[in-house]
């Protein structure tokens, strides 16, 4: 199998303004060692208000931190009030893109092919989207959790080349898991993960498929995140709740 390098991405979700921003990013970068990023990628994911300060921070002091944004446009650029573009946030130094995330499916209606049109921005601007997919209770308690991430999964990166695949990152965050303390089991999640593995395979080749990154999501902390990472296909975590406390992002991004 290839050898992926576990990425540990924080989404701080619509919390902390431009100074407190800096005040997480220099308390991560002073509990996480450099040597840490030689075997973690380690990124946050701000709000846009924070992008400029956030780069600021890491250019200025030469972080091995990355990082991203919740959300992009699915258009170039043009009349979109309150849309950013891909070529905004790659101007910022952005890494990453979290596209599909289950509070903007859920709030804002994206829907698969939505979240595909945002991956495809992400991608055209040389940005490594965060493909989030995942399940409600309803379908968990009714079994056919599986296919219904795989089912997201095929609508989300349609059409997308196996290169183009090969580019991308996958969360499966089961949605009653996101910011309930209710974490799946790390058997729950291996389940899903590996499901996700072997569905891209089909998608793009056996080669790319032992390459991409597949995270977990939903109530990851400093003392689950072990387990969770043993397993075989999970290879990070998008952590929100934990990713705005300085001290607990570090631990578990160095457990990672
Ligand atoms: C998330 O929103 O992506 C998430 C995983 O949140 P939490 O860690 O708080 O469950």
Redesign the pocket.
């Known amino acids: 199998m290839a050898a992926r390098k576990p990425l540990i991405a924080g989404?701080w979700?619509m919390n902390l303004n431009h100074l407190e921003a800096i005040a997480l990013v220099q308390k991560v970068a002073f509990a996480l060692p450099e040597k840490y990023f030689a075997k973690v990628d380690v990124a946050v994911i701000p709000p846009f208000t924070d992008i400029r300060s956030v780069q600021s921070i890491v250019d200025g002091d030469k972080l091995l931190l990355t990082y991203g944004a919740q959300d992009v446009s699915v258009h170039d650029s043009g009349a979109y009030t309150g849309e950013i573009s891909g070529s905004m946030l790659a101007k910022l130094g952005c890494t990453f893109v979290?596209v599909g995330?289950?509070?903007r499916r859920q709030y804002h209606t994206e829907d698969d092919a939505t979240v595909l049109a945002k991956a495809k921005q992400a991608l055209k601007n040389d940005l490594t989207p965060i493909v989030?997919i995942g399940e409600g209770l309803g379908v968990r308690e009714a079994g056919t959790h599986v296919e219904f991430n795989l089912e997201q999964l095929r609508g989300s990166l349609k059409g997308l080349s196996a290169e183009e695949i090969s580019k991308v990152v996958i969360?499966y965050?089961p949605v009653w898991?996101?910011?309930?303390?209710k974490?799946a089991s790390a058997a729950d999640a291996q389940e899903v993960c590996g499901a996700i593995r072997g569905e891209l395979e089909k998608l793009a080749s056996p080669e790319v498929a032992a390459g991409v990154r597949v995270l977990y999501?939903?109530?990851?902390?400093a003392k689950n995140i072990g387990e969770l990472i043993g397993q075989p296909d999970i290879d990070g975590?998008?952590?929100?709740?934990?990713?705005l406390k300085g001290d607990e992002f570090a631990t578990l991004s160095a457990i990672a």
């Open positions: 989404n979700k979290v995330h289950s509070e989030c969360a965050e898991a996101i910011g309930t303390g974490v999501g939903g109530s990851v902390n975590a998008l952590v929100g709740g934990a990713s």
